[in-house]
Each structure stands twice: as structure tokens, then as C-alpha cells.
Nanobody
């Protein structure tokens, strides 16, 4: 499986961005977004299971970010609203056979290359 993330960029505080992650090959993975800010560890932002029935968010982004997926397009999205400077990071898409691996902090099966999100005035 190859994951291709896109949609990052520079945005002012309070603005919005939408990240996309297109997956090649089999589409029926649990998927999620992680981020890593300079000097910090990579952290889970949001995860979604195969059927979109289970979704989890980091507390810092609840109410501002929305994860969704389109299985027909093998694509997962991260809509980011009300962005803050502390959201600045490289965002990574990941896929795994097991949704629980996301919430349990297990190693992901597949990673995409990161996309930079910078929130600054």
C-alpha cells in the first residue's frame, strides 16, 4: 500500500485546510492522521475505521478537525478548521489492518510522506 498525502500549506490563525490521503491497492484499512511538530514526538490526531463507524480524535483538535473517508476513492480526509499556531506540524497519513492499533499506540503498518501545515500570521 502506498499513501500519498496532500493539502498542506500556510494558513492564518482561524483559517482552514483540508488534507487528503490517497491509498493505492486494497482500500479496506483503518486510517488516520498523525502530526509531528519540531522538537516533539509524533502524535495521533484522528483515526477512522473501515466503515467510518468508529472515529477518535486527540483532545486538542476535537470540535475543530473532522476526519472522513471515501472508500470508493480510497481516500481519507482531514478537514481542519479554526486552526491555531500550535497546529503547526508535519502531518502524516497512516493505514493499518487494525483500528485498535491507532488508539493503542501500536506501530502502523503503512505510512505516507508528510505534508507541512503552518499556521502563522
Amino acid at each position: 500500500v502506498q499513501l500519498q498525502a496532500s493539502g498542506g500549506g500556510l494558513v492564518q490563525p482561524g483559517g482552514s485546510l483540508r488534507l487528503s490521503c490517497a491509498a493505492s491497492g486494497r482500500s479496506r484499512y483503518a486510517m488516520g492522521w498523525f502530526r509531528q511538530a519540531p522538537g516533539k514526538e509524533r502524535e495521533l490526531v484522528a483515526a477512522i475505521d473501515r466503515s467510518s463507524r468508529r472515529i477518535d480524535y486527540d483532545e486538542a483538535v476535537k470540535g475543530r478537525f473532522t476526519i472522513s473517508r471515501d472508500n470508493a476513492k480510497n481516500t481519507v480526509y482531514l478537514q481542519m478548521n479554526s486552526l491555531k499556531p500550535e497546529d503547526t506540524a508535519v502531518y502524516y497519513c497512516a493505514a493499518d489492518d487494525f483500528y485498535t492499533d491507532f488508539v493503542d499506540g501500536e506501530v502502523m503498518d503503512y505510512w505516507g510522506k508528510g505534508t507541512q501545515v503552518t499556521v502563522s500570521s
